[in-house]
């Protein structure tokens, strides 16, 4: 099993553009999470889905931010447009219960 | 918004010390998880505890769940360099989604 598979692993972008991190979770697993860890404020959830449906999206910051979750294999965070305050490790995370969660090696993204 | 404390914020400690670190909220939870992050990577799960009292062992790790599932301690015996990393706890209210408190990093010097 290669375990949870974040790509890419380091994206630096200049402000205003567009950015989409992608996630591939381990097979089985029916609940996806999207962390983004920062220095200040730790590991923040941003949104999770269940069964590939939305569940709770309060933790997006703003509208700049949207996921999606077209099928059980794949997810997408996108940020558009970016800001140099949205660098972070953005972590992608997946389980099947008791909140037990498989992390990916996570995105560091970079807002110049 | 669960809040959850850990402490102490840093621990430098010399290889073959004892040390404790703690996780402390006034919500209850239904569970609660323990990871470590290494640099440059994800938080790796090391334990999930559910009862309240529970007492887990990890080899030389020992994780506790206070008797109110509020609190829970780890504690580590006889540190090795290779437990150099930020420990995290996680709690669960029953909410489907975990509350991460913001980490001990843990130096264990040779």
């Known amino acids: 099993d290669a375990g949870v598979i974040q790509s890419p692993r380091h994206e630096v972008t200049e402000m205003g553009q567009e950015v989409t991190l992608r996630c591939k979770p381990i097979s089985g697993h029916n609940s996806l999470f999207w962390y983004r860890q920062t220095m200040m404020r730790g590991l923040e959830l941003l949104i999770y889905f269940n069964n590939n449906v939305p569940i709770d999206d309060s933790g997006m910051p703003e509208d700049r931010f949207s996921a999606k979750m077209p099928n059980a294999s794949f997810s997408t965070l996108k940020i558009q447009p970016s800001e140099p305050r949205d660098s972070a490790v953005y972590f992608c995370?997946?389980?099947?219960?008791?909140?037990?969660?498989?992390f990916g090696s996570g995105t560091r993204l970079t807002v110049v | 918004t669960q809040l959850l404390e850990q402490s102490p914020q840093f621990l430098s400690i010399q290889e073959g010390e004892n040390l404790t670190v703690y996780c402390n909220s006034s919500?209850?939870?239904?569970?609660l998880q323990w990871y470590r992050q290494e640099p440059g990577e994800g938080p790796v799960l090391l334990v999930t505890?559910?009862?309240?009292?529970e007492v887990k062992k990890l080899k030389r790790l020992t994780f506790q769940f206070g008797d109110a599932r509020k609190d829970s301690s780890l504690h580590i015996t006889a540190a090795q360099p290779g437990d150099t990393g930020l420990y995290l706890c996680a709690g669960d209210t029953n909410a489907g989604k975990s509350t991460f408190g913001d980490g001990t990093t843990l130096t264990v010097k040779p």
């Open positions: 919500s209850v939870f239904s569970s």
């Open positions: 995370a997946g389980g099947t219960g008791l909140n037990s969660y498989t």
């Open positions: 505890v559910v009862t309240g009292g």
